[in-house]
């Protein structure tokens, strides 16, 4: 087990595992966090824009526009006056507000073609719309069978969180796993295919215990990045609920995953299958566990929130187990397996 | 290094035996070629070999079984979200609906709600009484806002159910998409393609011909019917679109009097342009980013095929299995070109279907195949390099993931700033987009990933080769080797001083790929971080470039450590590096210089004086070959000695981008 510690950290491989892992994390958020801001206004600050308002019925309009943040609305009685000023630029959209023979509104929306600015825009717009739509409904009050419920006011609320539990911490945490059970497969093949594991046989130990040594050692790999990662976020400013019981379920994942992945590399024949069968079976292993009461994923997110259910806990015990029956199937395996035949 | 072959050395193995009819035509270019088509066909045939049934079984046992589930829950979604969030309610509340209904919200009655230090915390993250709405704890108001959505949804819902629609749906809207020429009254005329069709969806003729200035507008308008039909037709991708212009309340559509009615929804070329009156939730923004999730696509495939190349070539070099190949008539080049064939022609393959599948052109394939090149050759070099399985697994992640990033980040910024050029998928995006690319782009866009596969290939070539393939030896020493094994290669053919200038002005594109991956990662961060980064990386990159393959040729003892020899040798290489880079002046053409952080990266566009402009000119090369002889000085007295005089020279080049950018900045 030292020996494969040792070897791993020679070949700085774990410093390079970890770099991957913090590039990809930031890939990942600056995706989310630079399209959260484009589809949420309010991250936009100090970002005012004027929209033209014309037509008969500009009142509500005007109103709601007034309450959204980033918009200010300005009434043009001239259409074509509100059309000139968009052509120059003045105003950043024309809204044309009328009423049809059914008393309903009808705006006609005229925005800017200019890519990101123009998303922007829409998104306040529509968010300006349903507001108007929400009042209007409750005026139409006695002619619908429901009355809409009403809308709480909104808040200055991160949009952040939601994807840091939900897909950042899961992302965080299963990746050590997957990575883990990586190494055991590329080690225990290499040893196949170098003729290594003949040499391991004279040492004063049993084949077991070589792969338990590797099966620990690389399972262990797990839980440790896992509570950087931890560490990390609570420092960030991210509570994390029940770290305990997080590092539990990367640890008993990491054994799970590992000795499947052992098992792999001494079933398939060379590496390409081995690495085939392994990441094919994680995909599929993920895939499949959408039909689990919880998601592996939404586990994670409840316990980090501090929202866990009984099925949360139960599901925990569960992944224990398996970890526990998988170990212990590898270990029957490899006991009846004839090194030589490897 | 092919003379000592002996064809019948590896006589008893099956490939080295098929080999010997190709005695008879070892020389020449035809010779070359089949020997090549030889080695990739047992490529072939030995993959398809190994690969033995139960394998293929498990496989499609397991893609069944997750396609089976997959497809079953593909309704339900991932369900990350669910029960994420608590909050406390009483049945017989309105809202406790909302919460049941919504899959993030787990209700519990208000008697079960405990809160602890004066409300701060408990095991509620929403609290509902008396019509009240409260949050509670640090993530109190996520779910807060999140239960705000939820009662919108909640809303939307019971409207939909409403019998009398046009109470449910009381305001109805029209949006579209309108060019306008900011700030250039006269020009703008040539750029009026057919993206201006959106305007002519306007359905009421009269009020675009009085409100648009622009008279091509008016011209456009008679045939705007069949305009808008070919454009409907044109195949674009624009998936969204349908749904957004089909999602509209259509049923309500016959009651407004508007004679929008007339013109058919035939859905124009743009991001959900919506002339069919709507509510006001089917408005969706335009999602500029569709045709870079397409373009994306081209990369995936990548990703794994580079894993069972470098497992191929990584086989070679396990139990000396690569030497047989070795010894056969083929060369090196000849070997590595025939194992690396199939893999090629195989990510050629998939950039053809892909491009066919959603609607690319030539262009898109000619902007993958350099992606493409740059993977396999990474990963060639990459395989070479590792010294085990577990290395290689590292080797190929990270070049996933830089390529990747490389390809990804800048076609982010395609439609916002010339520097997204750097990265051909920017190319595939403009190419969906329907965009004409001029040659130039594509040279710029490719020519550092041709360039930089080239270089990369040349190096793993140079270890090709039995002291290396067969050993252990670190990463780091065996690119020294890799280098001094071209700084060889070189000085039998011109001179030994001949590589530092050589290889100097090899290693630019990289150089130029890896300033041009700076820039990118800092334009979004503020100018006052970004700037100072960006110098100092520049300039690093460009200092490394210069001085490590000098400092390889002394380290394994190509040139004498004396110190003319170092000055020579410093100054061979400054020059081949300002050669080399005047080259890459190509990149004026695309008018980077105008970004603040290009000009940090690459130095200020020429002025048009003719004294400055020399002084410019010359001004480079004293600091190259200064800073290069700094490097090389260090680089012949050792490690620690390189290392101190590598930060030195780095410094100093920073220092001298600095004056320049504020002298004529």
Redesign the interface.
């Known amino acids: 087990m030292r020996r494969e510690l040792r070897?791993?950290r020679s070949?700085k491989?774990i410093v390079?595992?970890i770099a991957?892992q913090l590039?990809?994390a930031a890939?990942s958020s600056?995706l989310v966090v630079?399209?959260v801001t484009m589809?949420d206004p309010s991250g936009v600050d100090g970002h005012e824009m004027e929209v033209a308002l014309t037509g008969e019925d500009t009142a509500e309009l005007l109103a709601a526009a007034d309450r959204q943040d980033g918009l200010t609305a300005v009434s043009y009685e001239d259409?074509?006056q509100a059309?000139?000023d968009?052509?120059?630029?003045q105003v950043a959209a024309v809204l044309d507000a009328n009423r049809?023979?059914?008393?309903?509104?009808?705006?006609?929306?005229?925005?800017?073609?200019e890519?990101?600015a123009?998303?922007?825009l829409?998104?306040q717009?529509?968010e300006t719309?349903?507001a108007?739509?929400?009042q209007?409904?409750l005026?139409?009050e006695d002619?619908?069978?429901?009355t809409?419920?009403p809308?709480?006011e909104?808040?200055?609320?991160?949009?952040y969180?939601?994807f840091t539990?939900?897909?950042l911490l899961?992302l965080l945490l299963f990746l050590p796993v997957f990575l883990s059970g990586?190494?055991l497969v590329?080690?225990l093949?290499?040893e196949r295919?170098?003729?290594t594991l003949e040499l391991l046989r004279v040492a004063p130990l049993s084949f077991v215990d070589v792969v338990d040594a590797k099966l620990l050692a690389t399972a262990a790999l797990a839980p440790i990045q896992a509570i950087a990662w931890l560490a990390l976020l609570a420092f960030n400013g991210t509570?994390i609920a029940n770290p305990l019981a997080l590092v539990a379920f990367v640890f008993a994942l990491a054994l799970l995953v590992v000795a499947v992945g052992a098992g792999t590399a001494l079933a398939?024949?060379?590496?390409?299958?081995a690495?085939?069968?392994y990441s094919?079976?994680i995909?599929?292993a993920l895939?499949?566990s959408?039909?689990l009461p919880?998601?592996p994923?939404?586990t994670v997110?409840?316990f980090a929130?501090?929202?866990p259910?009984s099925t949360t806990w139960l599901l925990l015990a569960l992944y224990c187990l398996l970890a526990a029956v998988a170990v212990s199937l590898l270990r029957r395996g490899v006991r009846r397996l004839e090194p030589e035949s490897l | 290094m092919t003379d000592g072959r002996d064809p019948d050395a590896g006589g008893a193995d099956g490939i080295a035996g098929s080999a010997r009819p190709a005695e008879a035509e070892t020389g020449g270019l035809r010779g070359r070629v089949t020997r090549t088509l030889r080695v990739a066909r047992w490529e072939v045939t030995r993959s398809v070999g190994t690969v033995d049934r139960k394998t293929i079984l498990v496989v499609l046992a397991m893609v069944t079984v997750a396609g089976v589930v997959g497809l079953a829950a593909v309704d339900e979604g991932l369900a990350l979200e669910s029960e994420l969030y608590v909050v406390g309610v009483d049945e017989d509340d309105p809202y406790h609906d909302v919460a049941v209904e919504s899959t993030a919200f787990r209700p519990i009655p208000l008697s079960d709600v405990e809160l602890e230090d004066g409300s701060e915390d408990g095991n509620v993250d929403v609290v509902i009484a008396d019509d009240r709405i409260g949050h509670v704890g640090t993530n109190g108001e996520a779910a807060y806002d999140a239960f705000r959505g939820a009662v919108e949804t909640y809303n939307e819902r019971r409207m939909a159910a409403e019998a009398d629609e046009t109470a449910a749906y009381p305001v109805l809207v029209t949006l579209e998409y309108q060019d306008r020429d900011l700030g250039d009254p006269v020009g703008g005329d040539d750029l009026v393609d057919d993206e201006e069709d959106s305007t002519d969806l306007e359905p009421e003729a009269d009020e675009t011909a009085t409100d648009d200035g622009a008279d091509d507008d008016a011209v456009d308008e008679d045939d705007s019917g069949t305009d808008d039909r070919e454009h409907g037709a044109d195949g674009e991708v624009d998936d969204g679109d349908g749904q957004a212009d089909g999602a509209g309340v259509d049923s309500t559509v016959d009651d407004t009097d508007d004679d929008e009615l007339a013109v058919p929804d035939v859905g124009g070329g743009h991001a959900a342009e919506q002339t069919a009156p709507g509510t006001p939730g089917t408005l969706s923004p335009p999602f500029p980013f569709q045709s870079l999730v397409l373009a994306f696509l081209f990369v995936v495939p990548m990703n794994f095929v580079i894993q069972a190349y470098g497992s191929t070539i990584m086989d070679e070099r396990i139990q000396r299995r690569g030497e047989l190949l070795l010894v056969s008539p083929a060369g090196r080049l000849e070997i590595v070109a025939g194992k690396t064939l199939p893999y090629l022609l195989g990510l050629v393959g998939i950039s053809v279907a892909i491009a066919l599948a959603i609607g690319g052109g030539l262009l898109s394939i000619g902007a993958a195949i350099p992606i493409a090149l740059a993977f396999l050759a990474a990963t060639f070099t990459g395989a070479m390099f590792a010294r085990s399985f577990k290395e290689l697994t590292f080797v190929t992640v990270t070049i996933s993931v830089v390529l990747t990033t490389y390809a990804f980040v800048p076609a982010i910024f395609t439609d916002v700033t010339p520097i997204a050029l750097i990265s051909p998928l920017t190319l595939i995006v403009l190419d969906l987009q329907g965009d004409s690319v001029r040659l130039a782009e594509y040279l710029f866009s490719t020519g550092p990933l041709y360039f930089g596969a080239a270089v990369c290939t040349l190096q793993g070539l140079g270890v090709y080769r039995e002291e290396d393939m067969f050993t252990q030896k670190a990463i780091p020493s065996k690119a020294v080797d890799a280098i001094v094994s071209q700084i060889d290669a070189i000085s039998r053919r011109v001179h030994a001083y001949a590589s530092p200038f050589v290889l100097s002005a090899l290693f630019i594109p990289f150089v130029f790929a890896a300033q041009l991956l700076v820039v990118a990662v800092f334009f979004a961060v503020p100018e006052a971080i970004a700037l100072p980064v960006v110098f100092v990386l520049a300039a690093a990159i460009e200092e490394f470039a210069k001085s490590i393959h000098v400092y390889a040729g002394f380290a394994r003892s190509r040139f004498d450590a004396s110190l003319r020899v170092a000055t020579v040798l410093g100054v061979l290489s400054g020059l081949g590096f300002f050669l080399g880079e005047k080259l890459t002046h190509a990149v004026q053409f695309v008018g980077l210089p105008e970004l603040t952080v290009g000009v940090a990266a690459f130095g200020p566009a020429l002025s048009s004086e003719p004294l400055v402009l020399a002084a410019l000119f010359l001004a480079p090369l004293v600091l190259h070959v200064v800073t290069a002889v700094v490097g090389a000085l260090g680089a012949a007295r050792g490690r620690t000695s390189y290392a101190v005089a590598f930060v030195l020279a780095t410094l100093i080049h920073a220092a001298y981008n600095l004056g320049v950018v504020s002298l004529v900045g």
């Open positions: 070897s791993l070949e491989t390079l595992a991957i590039f990809i890939f600056f630079g399209l589809y259409r074509s059309h000139a968009f052509d120059t630029g049809d023979g059914d008393d309903r509104l009808v705006v006609r929306t005229t925005v800017p073609d890519g990101l123009t998303t922007v829409v998104v717009l529509r719309l349903e108007v739509e929400h209007e409904r005026e139409n002619r619908l069978a429901e809409p419920l809308i709480p909104a808040i200055d609320a991160s949009p969180v939601g539990y939900t897909i899961p990586s190494i590329d080690s093949v290499e295919q170098r003729g509570a398939a024949p060379d590496r390409r299958q690495q085939l069968l094919i079976g995909v599929a895939v499949v959408v039909g919880e998601h994923a939404n997110a409840k929130i501090g929202n259910t």
